[in-house]
């Protein structure tokens, strides 16, 4: 038979993600995925799947969902108050569950999180990805987020059966530095260097296309220029002079001016603004970067040969 | 053509290299991106990930395992060697031609751009439908192509109030190019009319009827002939 997975309550954004879709950008196709590729590879792991199962990634506060059949679940990210059957069910660590019902509530010291099943969210992968592309409407789940009364197919699973949820002692904790700042790479712009001299919020506007940020705004020029490519992470400048910095469902190509982009290592933090949240930026060079990057795969890499090491003990 | 095309390599991401070959919307830059673009393709190394090409510049991402440094590396070898000859300059060859029900409830604009250029609707629509186009790039929405060879004397401002709704395959002019909407969108650019072809469908693969760096030319057609066309392609999907 095969499982589903019931959505009770949708809660505020959440949407079917994987890591995302590549080849298609000459096509005005966005990359799309969670925007924090590393988090759901670490849940996918946790419950025994492939690196890019599609998991649920949701956004400040969490879904209400009914499993028809025993299912194993990791939650990794902001943790929220999670309970099944009003039970208190821990996050960053595998946990078998019977049938019933999972309530996640509102997310704690950040904006999202991700939950992966065992044998992942099955919906047809649509370009290559299951990600839900929510300006293009396609993919995940009709290109939509989650709504109340929607039925996710689930994938071929290997749960136990057990009667009440059941988790081991251990968990793993991927938890970003939340204080340092965000670091990028300035561009030539003039105003480059200026966006770490001053302090900014996180707008109550802000997506899964760009952080939107608040503060003293910086020189901008007075139109868009020609249209270039851009990129997840990529700071933009438009004429009003507060920048925006795209995220994973970034437009291909975009008009405005750029000062700089955030560099690879620190993308996965950017998932976790929350509206109101100060921000800061410090530039650092190319050598930097590629150091930072290098250091968190290895980090990932290392946390994933945690988890095989542990698994065998569930 | 096989003029060297001078570019600048920046850093668009830790994962991306943007090639600058200029920082104006022209035919000649544009023909080196789609060059560049072409060659790439063909000699596909293996940390290639995606190439985009935008009017002036072409963005080249690559496998984040991959050291950007040695990308760099390879991407200034093949521009300082610039013999664009040796491969093909476009994806493809041949014109393609659009069926466009121009006017009416299709084309809403088609009177009041007319009379802004001090042109009969049917002049604007000849003019307009006798141009040869191209594929510019490919943007701001999945499949949204922007062709660049509209007449200069067409060119016609954006709205001021965006429309609300643009109905999908809406032929427009916005500024010194023409382009379509592949989906139902908001949308400022002028609506001269509409095409019966679907131009984004993320089932097909490719999922756009277009590809960067096609020729492209508009072909008038009846209600008739619209009609005939719009549901064969409902029978096709």
């Known amino acids: 038979m095969t499982r589903q997975l019931h959505v009770l309550a949708p809660g505020l954004l959440t949407t079917v993600q994987d890591r995302g879709r590549s080849g298609w950008r000459h096509l005005g196709v966005a990359h799309a995925g969670a925007l924090d590729v590393d988090a759901a590879r670490i849940a996918n792991r946790l419950v025994g799947n492939d690196g890019d199962a599609a998991v649920l990634e949701f956004t400040l506060r969490g879904p209400r969902l009914r499993f028809d059949a025993p299912s194993r679940i990791a939650i990794v990210g902001a943790p929220p108050v999670v309970r099944f059957e009003g039970k208190t069910v821990p996050s960053g660590r595998p946990v078998e569950l019977p049938a019933g019902t999972l309530e996640l509530g509102a997310l704690r010291g950040g904006a999202r999180a991700w939950l992966a099943i065992d044998g992942g969210i099955d919906v047809e992968p649509v370009l290559g990805s299951r990600s839900t592309d929510l300006r293009g ?30 988790a081991p002692a251990w968990w793993i904790d991927p938890a970003h530095d939340t204080h340092l700042p965000i670091r990028y790479r300035p561009s030539a712009h003039a105003a480059a260097s200026a966006l770490a001299r001053r302090s900014w919020t996180i707008s109550a506007s802000s997506n899964r296309q760009g952080l939107r940020l608040q503060g003293d705004a910086l020189p901008a020029p007075g139109g868009d220029g020609v249209s270039e490519p851009v990129a997840p992470g990529t700071i933009q400048l438009p004429v009003d002079g507060c920048p925006i910095v795209l995220l994973a469902d970034a437009q291909t190509v975009g008009g405005y001016a750029k000062l700089g982009h955030v560099i690879a290592a620190d993308l996965p933090r950017l998932a976790q603004c929350v509206p109101g949240q100060p921000l800061h930026f410090a530039p650092v060079d190319a050598a930097t970067a590629h150091r930072l990057a290098c250091a968190a795969r290895a980090r990932i890499a290392r946390i994933g040969v945690m988890i095989d090491a542990r698994l065998p003990a569930i | 053509m096989t003029s060297r095309a001078a570019c600048d390599i920046e850093a668009l991401a830790d994962d991306a290299w943007l090639l600058r070959f200029g920082d104006r919307i022209d035919p000649e830059l544009n023909a080196a991106v789609h060059a560049m ?14 190439v985009v090409p935008a009017f002036a510049s072409l963005a ?40 466009v029900l121009y006017g009416g409830e299709h084309g809403p604009d088609l009177e009041s751009s007319a ?61 010194a190019q023409t382009g379509i909407y592949p989906r139902e969108s908001p949308g400022g650019w002028r609506l001269l009319g509409r095409t019966p072809w679907t131009l984004f469908d993320p089932r097909r693969e490719p999922p756009t009827r277009l590809q960067p760096g096609d020729r492209v030319r508009f072909r008038a057609i009846d209600a008739e002939e619209f009609a005939r066309r719009a549901s064969r392609q409902d029978a096709a999907s």
């Open chain 1, 137 to 166: 409407g396609f993919g995940g789940l009709d290109g939509r987020a989650l709504r109340e009364g929607d039925v996710l197919p689930l994938g071929m699973g290997s749960a136990r059966q057990v009667d009440t949820p059941q």
């Open chain 2, 37 to 50: 673009a072409a060659r790439l393709r063909a000699l596909d190394p293996p940390w290639l990930r995606d």
């Open chain 2, 60 to 99: 080249v991402f690559f496998d984040a395992a991959e050291d950007p440094a040695r990308v760099h590396a390879a991407l200034l070898a093949l521009v300082e060697d610039g013999d664009a000859s040796a491969l093909p300059l476009r994806p493809r060859d041949g014109v393609i031609e659009i069926p």
């Open chain 2, 115 to 175: 009379a802004e250029l001090g042109l009969s609707p049917r002049e604007l629509v000849a003019r307009h439908s006798a141009g040869d186009y191209t594929v510019a790039m490919i943007g701001f929405a999945p499949g949204f192509p922007y062709l660049s060879g509209l007449e200069p004397a067409l060119a016609l401002p954006r709205l001021a109030t965006p429309r609300a709704r643009v109905a999908a395959g809406s032929v427009a002019i916005g500024g």
